[in-house]
């Protein structure tokens, strides 16, 4: 059994707004083991987001983790002083963002960008070394050779977001965190960044936690997957167990939705739309949508129960070994 | 029988940074060909990645913009020479649902006020009580409920309400064909079955002809009759839906099938990495646009830019390695884009 690298107990998040609390995580519990890829799914406006910039301390005011727990490899990010958690960052923890596009400076050369972020985060080498190692990077993830002189404009989307996986890796960290890095990508460019990231994680060992909605793109690239409704954590398990057998009567609907290119299915979708999350109510919250609701999901909050090894699921149904 | 829209041999230049010295042109559309017929309704699906000009084709056919060759012909005539009874017949029965369902509203108006301008622009009422009448059938036939839509603002409607309000505002005022842009490509996966689900009623129930223009081959492989697939402003295959999807002829439609992950685990989709360019540079080369991608060039590709042959089904594709096949007549191509369905001759 691999080491654990991250481990999240209780994370709960909010939002402060003039009309209340709106509560965009509750109580998320899960871990990562060395060198595993991990995905969380779920419609947007289910707290995905929100969980990954909770786990790199990035919440910005009127957000705030209210409660929990992160352990990355036994350290608590949430005991750490601004400083100590700053170097954490790229060193230990990494981001790719959603939409590479606006997360590089447009008015910097790509490859100064790099080198500036891999010194700042405790990178300390000349300019030359400093330099041929940017190359390296640029090379490791499938760009050409003299990209790293290019500004954010010269480059295609694809490009831009192989940049984005450079810095991530550059000072090649325990764990890369995905915010959907494809979701503003082609297809066939989509499925050659995944590549990459994947021939990556692989030579370095790094897990990955990618978070996103396209559940063809979690079944190909995941170990196991998380699955997300209105800021809790509902199902986990094997990718391949969770799809083929979900346990949740969400991820059920949420697999039933997906349209397969080589079957012809009736279209059929979730009936009504997630709840708001502002001062959610007792009981589970998915039971507006759910076909099998009982008189218990409207009173208690179900929460995540392990049923069998490494499956993990939050209904009453299960619970009751229904 | 003259068709109700039809685009024969459409391109389309745009002047690149023109600036004081002249800019460069960029074909956005080359020789593109399509064709609805109310009395045969078709649901096309028009298929590219980004920047294949598949947004330009919407607003030709649209009338929004008029091309640099060929003409875009409604009931066969010009789009560019319609008279002002005509262009209202035209806007009546040719309408348009956009791809953002935040911004197609005014903020300030309730959506009743979108859905009753539609009705009174084309006087389809003699009173407010028809009115509502006319209103409340659509947003039935959409899946809506009228009482827990109407007299609301566009901000209290989820994205998926939104977009079943203007497929809604399209209905009403019996459109003959509809052309969607992206309509649910910013709706999540969960609320996009239901709403292609209204659209594939509307088809095969009243008849109404739809073109779904997308960059998603899974879903216009569900719903769709016929796809056409574009790629640099080129139409690269046209043919019935099952027979893109299941045997594409053209390289390209290959690489784009087989990209797309599919939701059963487990088919190697991470496997087989090949060394090509993901994008190249503008067309400097003559020859077949796909060139550098392709993994079947031969030498003849890089010499001249392959026409639409017929291929061994009932498709046709832009491709040397079909040129065994023969060349594909326009009619051929128009027909294959028709794949007529339900109704069909």
Redesign the interface.
Known sequence: MNSRVLEVRDLSVEYATDNGAVRAVQEASFSLCGGEWFGLVG??GCGKTTLLLALLRMIQPPGRIVSGSILLEGTDLLCLSVEQMRRMRLASISLIPQGAMNSLNPVMRVGAQIALAMREHGEHLSGRELNRKVSELFSLVGLPAGAEQCYPHEL????KQRVCIAAAISLRPRLVLADEPTSAL???????V???L??LQQSFGMTVLLVG?????M???TDRIGVMYAGRIVEIGA??EV??SPLHPYTR???A??????Q???????PG?PPSLREPPEGCLFRWRCPKRTETCDTRTPVLRQVSEGRSVACWQRSRGI | MSALLQACGVSKQYEAGAGLWGGRRVCALTGFSIEFDDERPSFVGLVG??GSGKTTACRLLLGFIHPTEGSVRYRERDLRSLDGETRMRFRREVQAVFQDPFETFNPFYRVNHCLAAAVRGFRLASSRREEAGLIEEALVATGLDPAEVLGRYPHEL?G??RQRVMVARALLVGPKLVIADEPVSMI??????????VC?SLYSRRGICFLYIT?D???A???CESILVLYRGRTVEVGPA?EV??RPAHPYTQ?????????????G???G?REAP??DDEETRCGCPYLTRCAQAERQCGRQVPPLFRTAGRSVAACWLCERFGKARDEEVRAAARACGKGGA
């Open positions: 419609e947007s295609s989307g694809g490009m082609d297809v066939v460019v989509q499925r050659r995944m590549q990459t994947k021939a909605h396209d559940i063809g793109l079944a190909q690239t990718t391949r799809l083929s609907l949420l697999r939705s997906v349209p397969s290119l080589h012809r299915w009736e279209p059929e979708g979730i739309s | 990645e980004s989820s998926g309400q999540d996966a969960s609320l996009r079955a239901s709403i292609l689900a594939r960059h081959l899974t879903t492989g569900q719903v099952d999807i299941g690489e784009l099938i087989a990209s797309i992950p599919d939701p059963e685990p487990g088919s989709w991470l496997e990495l993901e994008e």
